[in-house]
């Protein structure tokens, strides 16, 4: 991934940097951050709670959307029904 070039802002007491959209980046992401020497490295913590709560509300919605009319339970094979406005 390219370098992508940002500035620094005071928000309160605080500075904070704006991570573009295209990081992936959530309000709510936990991170780590650490100063070496001149470079300040900034790491993804990983959240075990919302990650389960995000794959509980996947799964509910799958739950919801139900087996398709055609689907052969047989068959071994996970089949999603088309969705207008998702590709």
């Known amino acids: 991934m390219e370098a992508i070039r940002t500035n620094a802002f005071q928000t309160g007491n605080s500075v ?5 959209k295209s990081l992936g980046v959530r309000p709510g992401d936990m991170f780590e951050v ?13 959240d075990p709670e919302h990650e389960r709560a995000e794959i509980a509300a996947l799964v509910a919605e799958l739950r919801a959307l139900g087996p398709m009319e055609d689907a052969d339970p047989e068959d071994g094979r996970i ?9």
């Open 16 to 20: 904070a940097v704006r991570l573009p």
């Open 79 to 87: 089949e999603l029904p088309d969705r207008p406005g998702l590709s």
């Open 34 to 46: 650490s100063r070496n020497g001149p470079f300040i490295n900034l790491h993804a913590v990983a």
